[in-house]
């Protein structure tokens, strides 16, 4: 880990294996890596099975795909959630954001307790859900392909409860309810357009706040 990968040009590719995939470094001018991935505390300590994986690829700017996050009032208007998510914390670390989220265990589909995200940069993110007996992993990585298009993967973790069968009864339906609001999201960021300046209410949610901490990973 962490040797050259590859040349182009006077870029260097290095490479780190994290959380079932494999992270290559890029950067336009050749600099060296600055800082590391984040390595999910929860799959290095429990048993955890990885129970579906997804793809779409998205003519989405690149962006708006995780800045979508911060838009708090989408989750009411677009997806039905019953109430608008609060974002407790926003803390700089060294692999990139952690964000902290005030939950409402009663609101929603899913008793959830505990709402942890971890941004690698601006390319990848580990979401963390933790409910009574139970506890899901999403780790989400988005490659680019061209000017126009990406890759967005989506890996669904499970925390093993002993058998297939209830590890089905918790998985199918985070993976049914995840992959339907990322079509749904799909459906109006295939066909946004990126807005250095875009007019905000103040129910927008934390905007800005990403986007001045994204600024830093753009050469």
């Given amino acids: 880990l962490g040797v050259p990968f590859a040349t182009e040009g006077n870029a260097l590719h290095l490479t780190r294996e994290v959380d079932g995939m494999v992270l290559m470094w890029y950067h336009p001018q050749g600099a060296m890596p600055?800082?590391?991935?984040?390595?999910?505390?929860?799959?290095?300590?429990?048993?955890?099975?990885?129970?579906d994986t997804r793809?779409?690829?998205?003519?989405?700017?690149?962006?708006?795909?995780?800045?979508?996050?911060?838009?708090t009032a989408h989750i009411v208007q677009l997806h039905g959630a019953a109430?608008?998510?609060?974002m407790r914390n926003m803390d700089r670390k060294p692999h990139g954001?952690?964000?902290?989220?005030q939950i409402?265990?009663?609101?929603?589909?899913?008793s959830i307790k505990n709402l942890e995200v971890n941004f690698t940069g601006v390319t990848?993110?580990?979401?963390?859900?933790?409910?009574q007996g139970w506890a899901t992993n999403f780790v989400i990585s988005t490659t680019p392909i061209d000017n126009e298009s990406f890759l967005q993967t989506i890996r669904l973790y499970v925390k093993d409860l002993g058998s297939r069968e209830i590890n089905e009864m918790v998985g199918k339906p985070w993976?049914?309810?995840?992959?339907?609001?990322?079509?749904?999201d799909f459906k109006v960021l295939n066909y946004k357009k990126h807005l250095t300046h875009p007019r905000l209410c103040s129910g927008d949610g934390p905007i800005y706040q990403y986007r001045e901490y994204a600024k830093q990973y753009y050469a």
Avoid at 124 to 131: D, K
Avoid at 175 to 184: G, H, M, P
């Fill in 175 to 184: 993976i049914e309810r995840f992959t339907f609001e990322v079509e749904q």
């Fill in 124 to 131: 990848t993110i580990n979401q963390l859900f933790e409910g």
């Fill in 97 to 101: 954001l952690f964000v902290d989220y």
């Fill in 55 to 71: 793809q779409w690829v998205s003519t989405s700017p690149f962006r708006d795909i995780f800045e979508n996050l911060f838009d």
């Fill in 34 to 51: 600055d800082f590391e991935p984040y390595v999910s505390t929860a799959l290095q300590q429990d048993k955890w099975v990885l129970f």
């Fill in 104 to 110: 409402d265990p009663d609101a929603e589909q899913f």
């Fill in 83 to 86: 109430n608008m998510p609060v």
